[in-house]
């Protein structure tokens, strides 16, 4: 079981002293890969009129994803739903690889704390643009400037929480899942599979979204 804690190195860059390409970095780029020829695929010849059912199965899910983002950042925070939506397809899709074998990005720490600390930069610039930098400095004493200190720590917490949040549920799901596999390597029960490598795959990008979306709602919420 500690292999599954291990960030495995899948080749090494010879600069300097060596630069590591870990595997969680790997699969990443597969992603990015995989996402951007869907996209050249799905945005070619689209039409205003006579939309093919490849075009109206597209915009209804955007169109999805945006009207869920929007009704839970409000309308001061549309702007950020382009950046929820890219992240939670990026979590679904390093969550779900697994099914092809492949490691899950996100069971390595070091991605879920770039997810995190990525995040909180957008949440708080989101506070900053809404308020100004004297109004966000002044959100700090807010609701008395006794607890200020309180929320100036939630800078730490939330990315923290966001991180280890993510990074938890998804170590947990892998270890699981091979403990299955050691104990029944042939014909595991597919409910299992189902559950661990999509079900609560999908719950997990649907949460850290979702909170993150609720701390871009509170930092750009009218006073």
Not at 141 to 168: D, H, W
Not at 212 to 221: N, P, W
Request: hydrophobic letters at 55%; glycine letters at 8%.
């Amino acid at each position: 079981m500690m292999d599954a804690l291990e960030v495995h190195t899948v080749f090494t860059i010879p600069i300097g002293g060596g630069i590591p390409i870990y595997e969680s970095v790997v699969v990443t780029w597969i992603i990015m890969a995989v996402f951007t020829l869907l996209a050249i695929i799905l945005v070619r010849n689209l039409r205003v009129e006579n939309v093919s059912k490849k075009q109206l199965a597209l915009e209804a899910g955007i169109a999805f994803l945006q009207n869920f983002f929007e009704g839970t950042v409000g309308k001061n925070g549309k702007r950020y739903v382009p950046y929820l939506i890219t992240v939670a397809l990026y979590i679904g899709a390093s969550n779900l690889i697994g099914i092809l074998g492949f490691t899950p990005p996100t069971k390595d720490m070091n991605v879920t704390a770039a997810l995190g600390i990525a995040s909180i930069i957008v949440i708080e610039y989101s506070g900053i643009h809404k308020k100004g930098v004297k109004g966000w400095f002044k959100s700090f004493a807010q609701p008395v400037p006794v607890i200020a200190p309180l929320n100036v720590l939630e800078l730490v917490i939330r990315p923290l929480s966001l991180c280890m949040r993510l990074f938890g549920n998804v170590l947990g799901a892998f270890v699981v899942m091979e403990l299955l596999k050691q104990l029944l390597p042939v014909g595991l029960p597919v409910p299992f599979s189902l559950y661990f490598d999509v079900f609560d795959g999908l719950i997990q990008a649907y949460v850290f979204v979702f909170l993150t979306s609720l701390f871009i709602k509170e930092a750009v919420e009218d006073e």
